[in-house]
């Protein structure tokens, strides 16, 4: 039976730091699934097909790709979407003390729903201090996000932020 794993979040853009978790989790599972997800608490700046395009090209300029399936899910609860892929297992970064206060709830929550367990995953040091916030903002006041995010997700922020 293939393992299938979830990795979800609104990646508003995705960062390196998801690609570093998205690369980590492809290798330990047969079939991993990232779900951007609509976060109701959050505005968003990118739309959910643009999201992910930017995942699914960053995923193939880092090479992945072969195991991995980027979708989006917009119907309701994440557990749905991990049983209807036959997924056990949510995997999400955590970068400090906030993460792990924010993500536990969430996944207790999950568990309750579903029994699907979710796994905390601490990606590359050098990432930690990288969000998606941080660089929504960096990005609207025309500094240069390229130490944080894929190539292909600066130059559709640049493109974007040209044409505004
Ligand atoms: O990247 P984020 O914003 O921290 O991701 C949070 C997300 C989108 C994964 C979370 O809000 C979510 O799972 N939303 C879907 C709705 C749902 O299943 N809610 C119940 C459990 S939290």
């Known amino acids: 039976m293939s393992r ?8 508003d853009p995705v960062t390196l730091g998801h690609i570093d ?14 779900v951007v997800v609509h976060n109701p608490n ?4 990118l739309d959910l097909e643009d999201r992910v395009q930017l995942i699914s090209r960053a995923i193939s300029d880092a090479g992945l790709g072969a195991n991995i399936t980027v979708a989006s899910w917009g119907e309701g609860l994440l557990v749905n979407y991990c049983t209807k892929v036959g ?18 709830p969430m996944a207790l929550v ?3 729903l579903s029994g699907i367990e979710t796994l905390f995953m601490l990606p590359e040091p050098g990432h930690a201090y990288v969000s998606s916030s941080l660089v ?16 292909v997700v600066a130059e559709f922020l640049a ?4 044409s505004n």
């Open 4 to 11: 299938v794993a979830v990795v979800p979040g609104s990646f």
């Open 136 to 151: 929504r903002q960096v990005a609207s006041l025309h500094g240069d996000v390229r130490p944080y995010v894929p190539h």
């Open 110 to 112: 999950n568990r309750n």
């Open 159 to 162: 493109a974007r932020s040209h």
């Open 42 to 45: 959050k505005t968003a700046l």
């Open 21 to 34: 978790v998205i690369a980590r989790s492809a290798d330990l599972y047969d079939e991993l699934h990232v």
């Open 87 to 104: 997924a056990r297992v949510i995997i999400k970064g955590i970068r400090n003390q906030a993460d792990v206060t924010y993500e536990t």
